[in-house]
Every structure is written in C-alpha cells, then in structure tokens.
C-alpha cells in the first residue's frame, strides 16, 4: 500500500469524488483510509459521564485506497 499518514490524496470514485484531503489513519490489513472530511457518517452515541454528553456525532469513515489518488506524500513522523 503506497498511501500513509498525513499523504494528500484525492478521491476517484465513488460520492465524494474528486475532493481532496489530508490521510489522517491508516488501516493496511483491511487497505483502507481515514481521509479528512471525506465519507462523513452520522453515529448515535450514549451518554458515557458528565463530561460526555453523547447525542449524534459526526465523524469520517475509513474509505477503500483503491477510490484513491495519491497526490503529495506527506511527512512521517
């Protein structure tokens, strides 16, 4: 898998194509990708503590690296 964390990357196909965003986790057994703003879901949370109020939260979900384009490697810790 070419694609890692912090790469720039571009969307191919799928309903989000062509937006471009930051990789900001990867997943290399499944080949798959967490790209900033991209794919976001809805998901309904329990309330946890005080601190946590829970409600709907939104938040990206991981997208197949073959719907990908790399456009510029990041750098790596």
Not at 3 to 23: F, L, P, Q, R
Not at 29 to 48: D, L, Q, S
Request: glycine share 10%; proline share 5%; hydrophobic share 35%.
């Amino acid at each position: 898998m070419n694609i890692g964390k912090n790469d720039t990357v571009e969307v191919i196909s799928g309903a989000h194509k062509g937006v471009k965003g930051k990789v900001l986790k990867v997943f290399p057994a499944k080949e798959r990708v967490i790209v900033e703003k991209v794919n976001m879901v809805k998901r309904h949370r329990k309330r946890r503590s005080q601190a946590d109020p829970g409600g709907i939260i939104v938040q990206e979900a991981p997208i197949h690296v073959s719907n990908l384009k790399l456009l510029e490697k990041g750098s790596r810790p």
